[in-house]
């Protein structure tokens, strides 16, 4: 089946220590975007990527970095430099193209402890 | 100024009530707009494209007013199933920017 895979679920992850959140799409996108949700709040837009070996800041890039050497893959590393790191991560994906939706995977729970 | 505003609620209404929803955004080169419902700790899900004209899908009915720059979402005869938090998406042009709103969180009462 086609779709978007995030893993592990949960990650629990020790202060100073950097962490990477896998994603993996088979829908053959060309876009995907990785999303930081706390508890009663939206999405804010981390890193976003239209195109392989390429890739944008979102609105809270600082202490995360991503990496997109294959289509199928945007991995998120969350570094020490992320003061605040314990969140919902949510990757997505979507084709380049106008009024297209965008997928998500499962999500990463993060917790810092 | 945020890119997109949703009233964040809650928004506490009996079963069998309309309920309406709006969002507004900043940047008038907006292309596309969402609107996504997500369950508690789960990922968002696709609840309706939102076209120029207007667009119904059963119980929802999504508008788009450009020139206010404003999306709402209309839910007739509220379900208990429909509790949720609605989120209003918009696709910039300008590198291709998927902006969420933050919620608007909505349960129906027995």
């Known amino acids: 089946d086609g779709g978007i895979t995030q893993s592990p679920k949960y990650l629990f992850r020790k202060e100073g220590q950097n962490v990477t959140l896998s994603c993996e799409q088979n829908l053959n996108h060309d876009a995907m975007y990785w999303y930081r949700q706390d508890p009663g709040q939206g999405l804010r837009l981390i890193y976003y990527?239209?195109?392989?070996?390429?890739?944008q800041k979102g609105d809270i890039a600082e202490g995360y970095s991503v990496s997109r050497e294959k289509k199928e893959s945007f991995p998120l590393t969350v570094t020490s430099a992320q003061k605040n790191p314990t969140a919902f991560y949510l990757c997505a994906s979507r084709p380049d193209r106008i009024n297209t939706e965008a997928f998500f995977g499962q999500g990463t729970r993060l917790t810092v402890v | 100024r945020k890119e997109v505003e949703q009233d964040p609620g809650p928004f506490n209404v009996p079963e069998g009530a309309t309920v309406a929803f709006n969002c507004t955004y900043s940047n008038s080169a907006s292309q596309s707009f969402f609107w996504y419902r997500q369950d508690c700790r789960k990922e968002p899900k696709l609840l309706m494209s939102v076209y120029s004209s207007g667009n119904e899908d059963g119980r929802f009915t999504a508008q788009l007013n450009r020139a206010s720059q404003y999306i709402s979402l209309l839910i007739r005869d509220s379900k208990l199933s429909d509790s949720a938090t609605y989120l209003c998406?918009?696709?910039?042009?300008?590198?291709?920017?998927?902006?969420f709103g933050t919620g608007t969180s909505l349960t129906v009462i027995p």
């Open positions: 990527s239209q195109i392989v070996n390429d890739f």
């Open positions: 998406v918009v696709n910039f042009v300008l590198g291709n920017q998927f902006y």
